[in-house]
Nanobody, 120 residues
């Protein structure tokens, strides 16, 4: 059983900052990638940022320069620092991991989501 527990969402004014966290626990194997996705009302879930086990990062163009993804491999936690937030960043943010189990292959896991609302 694998659990991903997200925290840090909330209401923030435009231009403000939030830091999301996602802690993975249970039989998580060897985590390769830790990612953040988001889904706004009426829209499809979209990629936000990813970080590899070697700390290589990739960002969606819409958040590049404003968001920073980091991870603590010892604690199996991934963070998303969000600065200069805009109303269009309003969405439910989901944590996702791609992990590998020896002899069994790779598996995907998703968190339950945390709401981020950017509004004045």
């Amino acid at each position: 059983q694998v659990q991903l527990v997200e925290s840090g969402g909330g209401l923030v004014q435009p231009g403000g900052s939030l830091r999301l966290s996602c802690a993975a626990s249970g039989m998580i194997g060897s985590i390769n990638f830790m990612d953040w996705y988001r889904q706004a009302p009426g829209k499809q879930r979209e990629f936000v940022a990813t970080i590899s086990s070697g700390s290589s990062t990739t960002y969606a163009d819409s958040v590049k320069g404003r968001f920073t993804i980091t991870r603590d491999n010892a604690k199996n936690i991934v963070y998303l620092q969000m600065n200069s937030l805009k109303p269009e960043d309003t969405a439910v943010y989901y944590c996702h991991i791609l992990t590998h189990y020896y002899g069994l292959g790779s598996r995907n896991y998703w968190g339950q989501g945390t709401q981020v609302t950017v509004s004045s």
